[in-house]
């Protein structure tokens, strides 16, 4: 079992507020497949309504969306879905946005309705601070709050947020503005005014910065959120700082059933790596970070066994230093140790080995 501030979770697998939990029978869906805890669609005062279409694919495991909150009434959360949840056992983290006028007026409700916990949102970041203030009061369940990633030193607002009293953050929420355009038609993918946000696959890189900077100032749990798509992602997650993954694009492209693989492909890596827990790799990243003026030196090591003679090292180099032809050869006078060629190797039959470092 897994402890999210006092609450028991059968996995670290948390599902992120999205359409997959936008009534309690879907949420329950995701709970039987594996999750630990599932977050509710935001509830606001009014219900929404989104343009048509609000969801379209932008990569193979990427979406933009520009889907708003719930479509159900308050009450409807409060005096059937989350009663619901809470009678099939579902661990439900209750989402409840956007302003303070609205939070004041929800947080008691759903703790009442059987949230376990709640998690607070807000389209301007600034207002969680009076929020998570606000809702500490109100309610006795444990307290999360939401960002969004585009946030300048986004540690020490989260040190701010730590200080007024939140249980955990949950790092983070989609990216955006972002659009697409049909090049057939000249109009944009999605309805509305086109513009939606970001998620899955191609986001990951910056809530893994996000993160990092977030575990580096504060001590509350981390739900890494933003960009799991596979067991490898999750671990990247856990080495930046994170203590519980979330996902909502993986099980939108790729079904429920990819929650047990997510959950199966971690442990296995974790356990490959030597990991007995998540507490032992968690932000373990942090004890290596230089810094930009510093220069590793390295050799690159060759195994022609493993190499298919594919070619893309010689093609990715932009200073035209490798060659192959009988044997592999580097030009050590043009090589800038850029190190792309071994990052593009799809056998690793080419890597680097890391001497010393230096600085400039
Ligand atoms: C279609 C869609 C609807 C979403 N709706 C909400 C929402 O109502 N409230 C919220 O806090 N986040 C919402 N999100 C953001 C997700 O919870 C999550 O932060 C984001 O998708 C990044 O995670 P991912 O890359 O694993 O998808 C939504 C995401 C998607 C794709």
Known sequence: MYNLLGVELKSPIIIGSGPLSYNAESMKRLSDAGAGAVVTKTIRKERAINPAPHM???TNSSLINNEKWTDFEPERWIDEEIPKLKEMGV?????VGHTLEESSELVEKVAKAGADIIELVSYDYTDLIPIVKDTKKRVSIPVIAKLPPMIENIGDFCKELEEAGVDAITACDSVGPAFRIDIETGKPLLGGNGFGW????????????????????VNVPIIGLGGCMTGSDAVEMVMAGANFIGVCTLPILRGEASLGKLFNDFKAHLHRLGYNSIDEACGIVHQYMGDINERTKFEFIYD????????????VCAYKARTLNETMELDKEE???????????PTKALEVHELQKAYN
Do not use: Q
């Open 335 to 345: 090589c800038r140790y850029c190190g792309l060629c071994a990052s593009v190797c």
């Open 56 to 58: 379209v694919k932008s």
């Open 304 to 315: 022609e066994e493993k190499c298919t003679r594919c070619n893309l090292c010689v093609k």
């Open 198 to 217: 970001l998620t899955g696959e191609v986001i990951k890189p910056i809530t893994l910065h996000k993160i990092y900077e977030i575990r580096r100032k």
């Open 91 to 95: 661990v439900t983290i209750a989402s």
